[in-house]
Every structure is written in C-alpha cells, then in structure tokens.
C-alpha cells in the first residue's frame, strides 16, 4: 500500500494532502505530532518521535547467537550463525540509519538478523551517539572506534580479518563511507573487504539535486526533513532551515569547487525524465556559512573526499531508489568510485522509495522490491 501511495503521490501531488493515508505510517504521523507537541512545550519533536519508534523485542533466533556488549564505550549488538563453519566467517559492521538523530539496534534488529542468517556472516550492530545530544562527529567517531576495535579483536567472533565489511542504511550509509575513507589510509589495520551503502545520505551541499525535487513529499524522507537531519547532526541548529533548502548556506565559489562531484550534470539524462528544473546559484552570507562550513567535511559528507582518498576505497555495493530523495547522492557516489577504479555493484529499485530495507521479512507490511534489494545485498556478501 506504500508504494502505490508513493506511486500516487509522484503522479497526483495533491494526495499528499490525505492525511488520513498517512496514518497508516505511524513514524510519519508521529513527526506530524511531535512538531505540534514541541510548539506547546511538552517535549521535543525528536524524542516523541523516539518514543513512538520503540519496537517489541523479537526474541530469540533459532538459527543466530545474539548478544550485547560494548566495544570500549560503544554498545554493539552481535548476531553470529550457529551452525559449524569450517572456516572463518566474513563480518559485517553495521550503521543504522535514522538521520543520525532516530534509530538504533533494536528498529533494524530484523534486517540485522537476516544479513546474518542468509549470508552466513558475523553482523556488528552499533548504537552510536544520537543527535542533537551529540553532534558531528560524534556519531562518525563510535562508528569507527567500534570497527577498529572489531577489526583488532576477530578471533574473538571466528572472522576473518581480510573480510570485514561496512554497511549502512541512509545515515549509516553516511557513516559507513565515512569510516571506509578514513581507514582506506591506515596501514596498521587489515584492509576493509567492502564497503555496502545502502541509499545512502552524503553530502550536505545540494539538496536541489534532481532527486530532491522529484520526491521532495515522498515518504519516507522528505526533503526538508533530509535538511533537517543534517543540520541536526551538523549542530542542533535549524534557524538556517531556508538557506540550507535554497542552497545560500555555502559560498558560490566552493560550489563551484565541488561542482565536478556535485552536479546535476553528472546525474544520467534518464533520472531527469519526471521533471528537474535547474537552479540559480545563490551566494552565501558569512555569517550563515561560519555555522555550516563543517558541511564540507569529507567525514560530514563523504562525496566530498579527493582522489587520492577514493581511489583507495574497497569494492563497494550501491543500492538507490528512485522514489528517494537521496537516489542522486547514491548516483554520484557511484560515479565518483568508477572514476577511480573502484569496483562497484550498483542496484537500483525503480519502485523503491526511501527507508523500504526496514519492511524486508516485516510481519506487517513487506514489498517485494525491499525483498530483491534484500536479496542482492546478501548475494553481494557471499560473492566476498
């Protein structure tokens, strides 16, 4: 039912009016509600949001040794297969999206298990720090420390070293390119395997992209709400909400700068056919770049980082919708390592829209896309 409201939405804008179609979503509903709690004083939009997205435990797994612990100060949760292996396993780290703000081990617990259970894998879990309470790089940091602390203690969990992965949803397709970059140059570390990034959000600069036009109302990100998390997790601050949407949050010249990876010109004329309507470059105020400048950050937005970062980076595998507002980072990204002779597997769901993963095995509501995407990621797994 999802799909065919996105469906409905893209070709007939006012039935996003319906409001009682949203209520079948209850994590859109909530943000609707928190913003009218937060105006009255009760509580933040965010935490209501967090309370409504607490999920039932799902108990013990026939076929997965599940356990929590902590990787120095980072709480992970680890699924590890119980059948026998002959040999030592591959491991996966995994980021949970949810604007870097929402989310956690528990509401991807289910798409976790099933990395786990179908390809045979040693899954790693992170729940790291949460913004606004902790903002950049708060989350990138956790993220990596856990990965070093799994890459340094593998015996432990009967993976090999040279077959550990990164993955991550949305956000935590963020912070997986993050944690890939940085430990492309580390010698002292066993090389990532692969890096798996899953519609992933990454960069901050252009959210006029052709993507974030065609599905600026489209559940389950919109594209406001894209710049809202961003500027959550850059700094708590959305008093610069307008220029970020209208893009004078960052100087015309260091646009122009990063014009050659950030670009509509280098999103595919096919991704362009529902519509695109290219913009005026807008200059940026000091004042307003001086609290955004941080958006440059290769460790804030991946799609950012030189060649010579890049051409290090491991075998990757790029998953992107077309109903999503962040389906032209993942293009861009994918460019960008093909460029420079990365291997790339790329998979686009052209009935996929944002956040579709976390319905993959649902008891609930499952779409046969989210499955497919499902599938080739496992695939992909084995194939390392």
């Not at 909400?241 to 096919?270: A, F, Q, R």
Request: hydrophobic share 40%; aromatic share 12%.
């Amino acid at each position: 039912m999802l799909l065919l409201f996105v469906q409905l939405y893209c070709t007939f804008p006012l039935l996003g009016k319906i409001q009682n179609l949203l209520s079948e979503f209850p994590i859109l509903f909530a943000f609707e509600q928190g913003k009218i709690l937060e105006k009255i004083g009760i509580c933040s939009q965010i935490n209501f949001v967090r309370y409504m997205q607490g999920v039932r435990t799902l108990g013990a797994d026939q076929k997965l040794f599940i356990k929590d612990l902590c990787f120095g100060k980072v709480p992970v949760r680890i699924y590890q297969p119980k059948a026998p292996s002959s040999s030592q396993r591959r491991g996966v780290m995994f980021f949970h999206g949810g604007g870097w703000t929402l989310g956690s081990v528990d509401t991807h617990e289910n798409l976790c298990r099933s990395l786990a259970r179908e390809s045979d894998s040693v899954v790693v879990s992170v729940g790291y720090r949460l913004a606004p309470e902790h903002k950049y790089p708060a989350a990138y940091e956790d993220c990596l420390n856990a990965t070093i602390h799994f890459m340094r203690n593998t015996e432990h969990y009967g993976v090999d070293p040279a077959r550990i992965s990164v993955c991550g949803d949305s956000a935590g397709g963020n912070l997986a390119a993050a944690v890939s970059q940085t430990l492309a140059g580390r010698s002292d570390l066993p090389k990532l395997r692969a890096q798996i990034l899953i519609y992933p959000h990454l960069q901050a600069l252009d959210f006029n992209l052709p993507s974030y036009q065609q599905n600026q109302g489209v559940p389950l990100l919109f594209r406001e709400r894209a710049a809202f998390f961003a500027l959550q997790y850059l700094n708590g601050d959305t008093s610069h909400m307008e220029e970020v949407l209208e893009g004078s949050h960052i100087p015309i010249d260091i646009k122009l700068n990063y014009k050659k990876w950030v670009s509509p010109d280098n999103i595919p004329e096919k991704f362009k056919a529902r519509g695109y309507k290219p913009y005026v470059l807008l200059d940026c105020p000091t004042v307003v770049y001086e609290t955004m400048k941080r958006f440059c950050e290769p460790n804030l937005s991946p799609l950012l980082a030189e060649d010579a970062v890049i051409q290090q980076l491991p075998e990757s595998f790029i998953l992107t919708c077309e109903f999503d507002v962040l389906r032209d980072d993942g293009l861009l990204y994918k460019k960008r390592l093909e460029d420079n002779g990365v291997r790339v597997t790329w998979y686009h769901l052209e009935d996929g829209f944002h956040g579709i993963m976390n319905f993959s095995n649902s008891d609930w509501m499952s779409f046969s896309s989210g499955e497919r995407g499902l599938n080739n990621i496992v695939n992909f797994l084995k194939s390392l």
